[in-house]
């Protein structure tokens, strides 16, 4: 369970977000609304990348800025994967193994399944700097699913994708909100609308539950 209460944000003099107050529970959540709504900023909130400047932010009771071992515990079970696709220095496989290295653990059935289920076998020695666009957003996708988090992320996951790619990241994450995982992601994609649980939509720094 990720819970905000009475958050704000502010980059400068200007919230961005404002009193926000809200519980997200298992399942696929949207975060909607117009380009500076706040969607990457609440993203980036609950993932622990940006201190709120008032109200508190907890995951499973866990204040997740408050610096102890408990909150730096509880940061391991969250990914956040950029809406910028990012990858390291080196090969696909470097890239992949990356979020698992520095969790000190090793590649593991679960990475050979997901690199089987997004059809990148080939590209795995490639130098990651020469990925297309859409290449590097399912390389970024399948870093953060191979360390199974708890609590995924996603800032417009769909982007640069074709048809064939959107249509396999969903089922994954179908597969994954099945399982009991946490999906947040914040998107301007319909293609998603009929998968969500719960949406929410941000303007002028405040947000509202839209039925679903």
């Given at each position: ?5 009475k ?8 919230f ?34 940006l ?25 391991r ?6 809406d ?8 696909v ?9 520095i969790?000190g ?6 990475l050979?399944?997901l ?8 590209i ?23 360390v ?8 417009e ?21 099945d ?8 998107t ?22 839209i039925?679903?």
């Open positions: 369970m990720i819970e905000l209460e958050v704000f944000f502010s980059y400068n003099e200007d961005v977000l404002r009193d926000v107050s809200l519980k997200i529970d298992s399942g696929i959540t949207l975060f909607r609304g117009p380009n500076g709504s706040g969607k990457t900023t609440l993203a980036k909130i609950i993932s622990g990348l201190p709120p400047k008032r109200g508190r932010v907890t995951v499973d009771g866990v204040n997740i800025y408050q610096g102890d071992v408990k909150a730096k515990n509880k940061l079970e969250i990914v956040y994967v950029h910028s696709p990012v990858v390291l220095k080196g090969d496989y470097r890239n992949l193994t990356y979020g698992l290295r969790m653990l090793t590649a593991q059935d679960k050979l399944e690199i089987r289920s997004f059809n990148i076998g080939g795995l020695r490639k130098d990651a700097y020469s990925l297309s666009a859409g290449e590097r957003q399912i390389v970024s996708l399948v870093r953060a699913l191979a199974d988090p708890l609590y995924l992320i996603l800032d996951p769909l982007q640069y994708l074709d048809d064939e790619r959107r249509g396999k990241v969903i089922n994954y994450l179908r597969i994954l909100r399982q009991g995982k946490t999906i947040l992601i914040a301007h994609e319909r293609d998603l609308l009929e998968y969500a649980d719960k949406i929410y939509y941000i303007r002028y720094g405040s947000i509202e539950e039925i679903v």
